[in-house]
Structures are given as C-alpha cells and as structure tokens.
C-alpha cells in the first residue's frame, strides 16, 4: 500500500479547482474570516478558519481577517485582540486586517443611493410591528404604511437617524423589496438602524445609524475583493439578499460568491457566544478560558495543541448536512498528537508508604527511565529509588480476592515500573484501620535491565520514592453539560451543568516536573495527559488533566 493515501478534495475544494481552470476573477483566490467581535473563537469557529485560511494557502491566494462589527452594543476590543491572538495559535497568517467598521462611510452612501432610487424608505413602527407584519414562508406580510414616504423625507429622516435627533428604536430604515416574496429576508430587510447608548470600539460615537450585519456583510466581501465567500449553512437564505444588495449598484460583472458548509456543533458542551459569555458572566466558569469550555483559549489552557485541533478538523470534514460530533474525537485526537510528545511520569493521587523491609537502610539507588517509549529522541532520566517509597493506595488491598494482581500480603510477585520486582508481607494500620504503611521485600536480582527482570509478573505499578517528588495541584475536568445537546434543550440550561466537571486533587509527581512551564505536557502512567496550567509557579505547581488514557473513540 502506499504511504501516503492521496486525500480527496473537500466540496469547497471542488468548487475552487474547477473556478481555477475556468480562469475565473483572472486565477485570483480571495477569502476571508469574518468574526463578530462579541466574544472568544470556539471550537467551531476554528473549523471556519481551517476552511478559510486552508483554501487560501492551498490555492496560493489570500485570506484577510475581518471583524464584523456592526453592533457596538456587544462588540468590544478584548475580543478583537482575543480573536487576532487565537487565529495565530492556529498557525494561520492573515493578509490584512479589515473592519466592516472601516466601510461605514461607503455603506452609508449606498443606502442613500437607494432610498433615491425609492428602494429604501424610513419605517417608525417598533420592532414588534414590523415583526408581525413579516407574515409566514407561506403567507404574504402587510405592508408598512411608511413604505410610500416620498424620496426627500426619507433622505430627511436617514440624517436625522445619524445625528442623535431620533431616539434608539424609534426608526429604522428598510429595503423595498417584497412583502409578499417567498424567501423571508426579502420582506424589507432592515438595513439601519440607531445605537446611541454604546460607543462604537472603533467609530466612537462618530455614527448613531448602524448597519444590520445582512446590509454590511455581502458589501463588505464585495469592497474586498473576495471571490470565495464561505460561510455556514443558516446563511444559504441570507445568500439572495446579499447578491440583490450587491446588485443595486455593482457596475462590473465581478461578484463574491458564497459558499456554505455545515457547522460544528460537539456533544456535551454549547458553542452560541450568547451561552459561553452567560457561562463566564455568571462565574459558573473561571472565564472564556476556562478549560471546560469550548473556546480555542479554553482548550488551549486545557493543554490541547493546534495539531491536535487540525486533526481533529481533518476528521470531521465538510459537508453540507448538519450534524453533532462526539467530543470523544476530539480527545482521541489530543491524546493521538501528545502520545509522541509527553513524558511518562509517575504521580500518585493517594499515596501510601511501602517499606521494603530486605533493602539496606540509607541506601540510595538510581533507576533508568525511558521518557517516552514511543519517541526514539526522548531519551532517559534517573529516578531516585529508597528503601521508603510511594505507591498509589489502590495498588493494595489487604484481603482481595483472587484476581486482584497487585499487592496484598503473601499474594503474587509484582514489578516496581522501571525498579525491582517486589512481594508484599503485610501492612500496618492505624486505629481507625486505615492502611499506614505497605510492607514488602524485594528480590536484588530483579533491577530493571538485568537479566533478572525478564521474569514474568503479571502486573507493575507506579511509585514514587520519598525524595523524589514533589506536590502539584491537580484540576480533574469533566464535561460542562451532563446531556449530550444541552443547545436543544427548552428549559433553562443551569439544570444541565454538570456539577462535578471540576474536581481540584493534590497528587505526588516526579521531581522531574520541578521548573515545568506553563503549556508542558506529560502524561501521568495509567492515568492520562496533564498541561501544566498559567497559573503555575515555581513554588506552587498545577496540572490539568488534558484527557484521560481511556479512549473511548478507538473503542467505537
Ligand atoms: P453568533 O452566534 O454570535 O452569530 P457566530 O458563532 O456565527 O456568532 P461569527 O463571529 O459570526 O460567530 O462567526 C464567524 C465565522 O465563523 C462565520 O463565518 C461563521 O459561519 C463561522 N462559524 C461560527 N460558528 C461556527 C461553527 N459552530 N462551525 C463552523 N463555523 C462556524
Ligand atoms: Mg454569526
């Protein structure tokens, strides 16, 4: 077989290739991401960058990051700097940044344009009328009685919207179109209206008329020159109203084409930015990067790398039907890209002193260690190895039964990892019968490496010696949501927070995390993947738990 499998080209790509041989917009490929600054990117927003920056490396055109800011109200520059730091933790490079902000003066005169050609027109009823008004996909809506207004006083009114004279919701203005058209965004859209109670992060309070995102956006692609406008599948409606707007005063036959595909949606979590700033606004988690969420931030802090998240974007592919993804993938995926990459290390969560009662007192030995078995370049470390050590609680039981393989008094010989294989002789309790002190004897023979070791023993477990290790706090993270698609749910969203997604542990690690930075990995033997967390120290060490060893993807 070959090595390499020739992969099959994505829809989109279709698309591209066959433009390119038809020469068209003269071989140019331009596309952009357009980002509302109203919140972090997540996860689904990733997917988009994929698409958009993807198409324009493979084709050697240029894609342009551009923040949709039409609304100050929710829009702000902790977002624009957020957004701009993600897209380059992604690895991908923009060609320019532009603001939909930037065309205000020019989306102004296209609206005057229109409204003197008497396809635009000032409306003073409220939202709600107009709403009722739109009618149903299979009932025509009722025309607003300002639709007639003579040319002037509209243009009179537009002015009037700009300069602080009218208040917020008092008018707008509209596109005349069609009441009565099938596709409901043409029952005159809302092109304008006035925002004065929040600055702009850009215009300041320079305007007071807004455009809508529908009359900006399709303009936007258009100024820029996009010839590939992609986008998601609930803008396939919004695709006739941007093309009629472009056509109201387009003199070349050059046009933006959009393309759609469908959106990322991902088991047990939310993705609208409406639930994710709720979330953070709410303290229910510790901030957009909270690593329980879906943000690129969030999942960075939880220790997930851009490899990983192209992977996993390459996995899931395009297609045109909307569906959920099993957030199993995604871990298969992180824990795929760490395996190469992090160290093995022991920690111990609940550790117990075992004693090995035939090992000479003061005495200190140095255990060799691979530090990554599936990374030929990893190379080794010495572990400190005592006649006092750490063992995880579990790994004993004073009665167990016959199947339990690990320590118990008289019970079978088990492998000290990397060490010597051992024999457990009993315990000593305290009074309330806690398990204190493992006792166990030790065969010298046995050091890992000598010829003594290749004796088969059924199991080996972790340990940790007294002088090799120190504390780290450990941040155990679950699902956000304890359903599976908490975005269909009706009801209010607290009843689905999973109230165990978080559970804060002190554990004994290796010494050899000693001096870890923020955005190491290891791997934790038998537990699973740890990111050393920001606010780690160097007096105060902290983990998160990345993933888990279990994998449930593979087992599908
Ligand atoms: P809102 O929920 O506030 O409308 P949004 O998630 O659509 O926001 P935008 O800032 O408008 O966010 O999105 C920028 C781009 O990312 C758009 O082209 C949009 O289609 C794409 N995008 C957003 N969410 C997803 C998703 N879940 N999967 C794939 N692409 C997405
Ligand atoms: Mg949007």
Excluded at 134 to 158: A, C, H, V
Excluded at 440 to 466: A, F, H, M, Q
Aim: charged share 30%.
């Amino acid at each position: 077989m070959e090595n390499e499998v020739k992969k099959s080209l994505n829809f989109i790509e279709e698309i591209v290739e066959k433009d390119l041989q038809e020469g068209k917009n003269d071989g140019r490929i331009q596309t952009r991401f357009p980002p509302e600054p109203n919140g972090y990117l997540h996860i689904g927003h990733a997917k988009a960058i994929f698409m958009d920056f993807g198409i324009a490396k493979k084709y050697n055109g240029i894609c342009n990051l551009r923040f949709d800011d039409t609304n100050p109200t929710k829009e702000d520059v902790e977002y624009v700097d957020s957004i701009q730091e993600d897209i380059n933790w992604l690895g991908f490079k923009w060609a320019n940044v532009y603001y939909a902000s930037d065309y205000f003066q020019q989306l102004w005169d296209l609206a005057i344009k229109l409204i003197k050609d008497g396809k635009a027109y000032i409306d003073e009823q409220s939202a709600e009328e107009i709403a009722k008004q739109k009618g149903t996909p299979t009932t025509p809506g009722i025309e607003s009685p300002y639709r007639n207004r003579p040319i002037e006083e509209n243009l009179e009114l537009f002015q009037k919207m700009n300069t602080g004279e009218i208040a917020d919701g008092a008018m707008v203005l509209r596109a005349k179109i069609d009441m009565a058209s099938p596709n409901m965004h043409f029952r005159d859209p809302i092109m304008y209206r006035v925002i004065t109670t929040h600055p702009h992060h850009r215009t300041g309070t320079e305007w007071k008329a807004y455009p809508m995102y529908d009359f900006a956006h399709g303009q936007s692609d258009y100024f820029e020159g996009v010839t590939h406008s992609i986008c998601t599948l609930e803008f396939v409606v919004h695709r006739p109203l941007y093309d009629w707007f472009i056509d109201q005063f387009a003199d070349t036959d050059y046009r933006p084409h959009q393309y759609e595909f469908n959106r990322l949606n991902i088991s047990y979590t939310v993705m609208s930015k409406r639930k994710m700033l709720q979330l953070v606004q709410e303290g229910l988690v510790a901030g957009w990067d909270d690593p329980r969420m879906p943000t690129i931030c969030g999942l960075r802090r939880r220790g997930y790398t851009p490899e990983a998240i192209a992977d996993f974007i390459d996995r899931i592919g395009y297609t045109k039907v909307d569906g959920m993804i099993d957030v199993s993938l995604l871990e298969h995926s992180i824990r795929e890209d760490l395996k190469p990459k992090a160290h093995r290390v022991s920690a111990i969560f609940d550790p117990v002193k075992l004693v090995i009662t035939n090992y000479p007192d003061g005495q200190k030995e140095y255990m060799t260690t691979d530090n990554n078995p599936d990374c030929e370049t990893a190379g080794t470390r010495e572990m400190p190895f005592s006649k006092e050590i750490f063992i995880e609680r579990g790994d004993f039981m004073e009665d167990a039964p016959k199947d339990f393989y690990r320590l118990t008094p008289g019970g079978r010989e088990v492998r000290l990892k990397s060490a010597y294989i051992i024999q457990c002789t009993g315990c000593e309790k305290d009074a309330e019968g806690n398990i204190t002190t493992v006792y166990c004897t030790y065969d010298p023979d046995t050091k890992s490496g000598s010829e003594g070791s290749k004796r088969k023993v059924k199991s080996t477990i972790n340990w940790l010696d007294k002088d090799g290790c120190i504390e780290a706090e450990v941040r155990l993270y679950d699902r956000l949501f304890k359903v599976e698609d908490p975005a269909s749910y009706d009801g209010d969203f607290h009843d689905l927070l999973n109230e165990n997604s978080l559970e804060v542990k002190t554990a004994l690690v290796e010494k050899h995390l000693d001096g870890a930075k923020p955005g190491d990995h290891f791997q934790f033997l038998k537990v699973g993947y740890f990111t050393v967390d920001k606010d780690s120290t160097a007096d105060k060490l902290i983990l998160n738990r990345t993933v888990s060893l279990k994998d449930n993807w593979s087992k599908k």
